[in-house]
């Protein structure tokens, strides 16, 4: 898949505030080769979480009370995959808008990319495509859904390259 580069994204947050990053997932696909994932944990504002956030990760406090802000990780790990780059999440709207939240909370520029959301494109949820598609998936850690989502990205890419036929790809 010659020229296919983009980013697949996803985070965790300690509650419900878009602001409060706890996990970093990013996966880097240039040429249609995965060539860096990134999986860091972050300490959101203050370290603080709320207890349903938990529940859903498994992420707590102490994981993160020694780990690097959102900001430094932007800087040393992420922004040169983002920014003008396609930046691709199982939700797009969620993932982005933690993304936009959480640069802003650090007073950092808003980067301009490209948008694309595989829960759009296949309409169904991660874990259940996850399954059908056979891709490893511990749900709800981010490099793991991260991971999931560039795999997905590559078959939608891959359908949008195929002769077209006529017939519709029964995998949609």
């Known amino acids: 898949m010659q020229g296919e580069s983009f980013t697949a994204i996803d985070f965790e947050t300690a509650q419900s505030n878009p602001n409060s990053i706890c996990q970093v997932g990013l996966v880097r696909v240039e040429n249609g080769e995965i060539i860096k994932k990134v999986d860091r944990l972050v300490r959101p504002p203050n370290n603080y979480?709320?207890?349903k956030n938990i529940e859903v990760?498994?992420?707590?406090?102490?994981?993160?009370?020694?780990?690097?802000?959102?900001d430094v990780v932007w800087h040393e790990?992420?922004?040169m995959f983002i920014i003008d780059e396609v930046v691709v999440a199982h939700n797009v709207q969620f993932d982005v808008s933690?993304?936009?939240h959480t640069l802003a909370y650090y007073d950092?520029?808003?980067?301009?990319?490209?948008?694309r959301c595989t829960r759009m494109i296949f309409r169904r949820g991660l874990k259940y495509?996850?399954?059908?598609?056979?891709?490893p998936l511990n749900h709800h850690?981010?490099?793991s859904d991260a991971h999931a989502c560039a795999q997905l990205y590559l078959k939608h890419i891959a359908h949008q390259?195929?002769?077209?036929?006529?017939?519709?790809?029964?995998?949609?």
């Open 141 to 143: 850690d981010a490099l």
């Open 77 to 79: 790990e992420m922004k």
């Open 57 to 70: 990760h498994g992420i707590k406090p102490e994981d993160t009370e020694e780990s690097p802000t959102f």
């Open 98 to 100: 933690c993304l936009r």
């Open 108 to 115: 950092e520029v808003q980067p301009h990319f490209e948008e």
């Open 129 to 135: 495509l996850s399954k059908k598609y056979r891709i």
């Open 49 to 51: 979480y709320f207890y």
């Open 161 to 172: 390259n195929l002769p077209k036929t006529g017939s519709l790809f029964p995998d949609y």
